[in-house]
């Protein structure tokens, strides 16, 4: 059974763009979720999706937004990026509630 | 505000040894803990879990062991190995859906 598959996994912007970070749950997993990985910080929570609903949300402010198709694939999109936003951002699927399976991420770096 | 607080941040044993980690929370809705493994370049991935009615559970080498009063968990590596060497990060969440609030992470070295 195929992964979670994190894209792009590595990308550079400037501050001001916006990017959107994409990913795929492994198949049957109805639960998506969103981290931001810095260090220091951990793993802090943005975000969570089920069956295209978000159930959960974070406390990041409004330019971190995403969504979930009738797939399970999900999308994330930060507007306007600070050069805080540099982190590692991982996705991962569970099937309704409890074990978490992350992908290997996306690195993003805001210059 | 951190609302799982992880010790030590980085842990150096020799092989065979017993690195432990400790983990505290305040939130008394959380009723569901995980350990998660992370190798660099990967994501995490979960190691042992735990739930407040049991004071203990282990699995293989990993031991988690629970104590509600205190609100304190910790995680026990036997026999350690330089294949263990990775960060582990604590968590907790609610039964709300799965929004896991992580500890800041360990790193651990197993020296062979």
């Known amino acids: 059974k195929a992964g979670v598959t994190q894209t792009p996994r590595y990308l550079i912007k400037t501050r001001g763009q916006q990017v959107t970070l994409s990913c795929s749950p492994i198949?049957?997993?109805?639960?998506v979720s969103w981290y931001q990985q810095t260090p220091g910080q951990g793993l802090q929570f943005l975000f969570e999706?089920?069956?295209?609903?978000?159930?959960n949300k974070g406390n990041f402010p409004g330019r971190f937004s995403g969504r979930q198709f009738s797939n399970s694939r999900s999308e994330m999109n930060v507007s306007t990026l600070e050069l805080g936003d540099s982190a590692l951002y991982l996705c991962?699927?569970?099937?309704?509630?409890?074990?978490?399976?992350f992908g290997e991420g996306s690195r993003l770096t805001v210059l | 505000q951190q609302q799982v607080k992880q010790s030590p941040q980085s842990l150096i044993v020799q092989k065979g040894g017993i690195p432990i980690i400790n983990c505290a929370y305040e939130?008394?809705?959380?009723?569901?803990f995980p350990w998660y493994q992370q190798f660099p370049g990967k994501g995490p991935a979960l190691l042992i879990a735990?739930?407040?009615?049991?004071s203990e559970k282990k699995e293989g080498r990993f031991t988690i062991s629970f104590n509600k009063s205190a609100k304190q968990f910790s995680l026990h590596i036997m026999d350690s190995q330089p294949g263990d060497s990775a960060t582990y990060f604590c968590?907790?969440?609610?039964?709300?859906?799965?929004?896991?609030?992580f500890g800041t992470g360990t790193s651990l070295t197993v020296i062979p």
């Open positions: 991962a699927s569970s099937v309704t509630w409890g074990q978490l399976f």
């Open positions: 198949s049957g997993h109805r639960s």
């Open positions: 999706y089920f069956s295209e609903t978000q159930r």
């Open positions: 939130n008394t809705a959380f009723d569901y």
């Open positions: 735990i739930r407040p009615d049991v």
């Open positions: 968590a907790a969440s609610p039964n709300t859906g799965n929004q896991f609030y």
